[in-house]
């Protein structure tokens, strides 16, 4: 992700975004969802009239041949869109995995101020050298001697949040070979939905020698097409709405993002001026 440094001036006001409604948005596309499935099942009942009224010119015809060979290419569509189901199904879970893990490891860098372990052993060098050559009262000993305690045990922490980061890092691989999975069905089913497409050419151009099938059929062949565009354009709103919401949602991502980073240079800042000011009293 980028640095929130190159989105937000942090020197500034930061501009509220509010959170998208995840409500609004998961009924906006069960209402596309509905629509989209309406209009399959038009198109499959328009499909069955068309082939019922094919299968009227006889099965040793060359159009009921053409229709067996559809039928198999369907059923084999049929099985790669199952199959890319299966896929997408592994592909949810390992992101909600994932997303855990994300939110496992802020957790555990929110616990700690060093990134390694050698930076800490450094810290505790730094701290005992100080320790050994500087006076100090019993009460700043104790306290020096309870920061360093901490900072060992720190060092587990640091083991569990590189456990962590290779649990995610795991995961991210499984979940390419998955999208890389995905994307090479997809070509599957362009390729039999384009023999399929081919098929249905054949047999309307079959169907249309016959004049007394032509005339009952062109209406249905015609539906069944403008049918085809409104399930494509009804894919491509669902499309459109999740894109709009993931771009919102990364907005206000972003914009939490930016609260806290602006928070923590305030935090520094009154930190740095207090100490400023305890030492000019001293």
């Known amino acids: 992700e980028r640095p929130i440094e190159e989105l937000y001036d942090l020197s500034k006001p930061?501009?509220?975004?509010?959170?998208?409604?995840?409500?609004?948005?998961?009924?906006?596309?069960?209402?596309?969802?509905?629509?989209?499935?309406?209009?399959k099942e038009e198109r499959r009942k328009i499909q069955e009239t068309i082939e019922?009224?094919?299968?009227?010119?006889?099965?040793?015809?060359?159009?009921?041949?053409?229709?067996?060979?559809?039928k198999a290419l369907r059923d084999k569509k049929g099985v790669l869109?199952?199959?890319?189901?299966a896929l997408k199904t592994q592909l949810d879970s390992l992101k909600a995995a994932g997303d855990k893990l994300v939110k496992d490891r802020n957790d555990q860098r929110s616990?700690?101020?060093?990134s390694t372990a050698e930076e800490i052993d450094k810290e505790i060098a730094?701290?005992?050298?100080?320790?050994?050559t500087t006076s100090m009262s019993l009460t700043e000993e104790k306290k020096l001697i309870k920061e360093m305690d901490a900072l060992k045990a720190s060092k587990l922490k640091i083991k569990d949040l590189k456990s962590t980061e290779t649990d995610m890092e795991d995961i991210?691989?499984?979940?390419?070979?998955?999208?890389?999975?995905?994307?090479a069905k997809d070509k599957e089913i362009d390729a039999i939905t384009k023999e399929i497409?081919?098929?249905?050419?054949?047999?309307?151009?079959?169907s249309e020698k016959d004049n007394e099938k032509r005339s009952a059929l062109d209406g249905l062949f015609k539906r069944r097409d403008e049918l085809k565009k409104e399930i494509a354009d009804k894919l491509k709103e669902k499309d459109a709405v999740r894109d709009e919401f993931r771009e919102k949602n990364n907005a206000w991502y972003s914009y939490q993002r930016a609260v806290k980073a602006q928070k923590k240079i305030q935090y520094e800042e009154e930190k740095k001026k207090r100490e400023e000011e305890k030492a000019a009293y001293l």
């Open 111 to 114: 616990t700690v101020k060093f």
């Open 81 to 85: 869109i199952n199959e890319k189901k």
């Open 197 to 206: 497409d081919a098929s249905q050419a054949k047999i309307k151009e079959s």
């Open 126 to 132: 730094k701290l005992q050298r100080r320790q050994e």
């Open 172 to 183: 991210k691989r499984k979940r390419k070979e998955i999208s890389d999975s995905i994307a």
């Open 14 to 39: 930061i501009p509220k975004v509010e959170k998208p409604n995840k409500d609004e948005h998961d009924k906006k596309l069960a209402e596309i969802n509905d629509a989209f499935e309406k209009l």
């Open 52 to 70: 019922g009224s094919l299968n009227k010119g006889g099965g040793g015809s060359e159009v009921s041949k053409q229709r067996d060979a559809l």
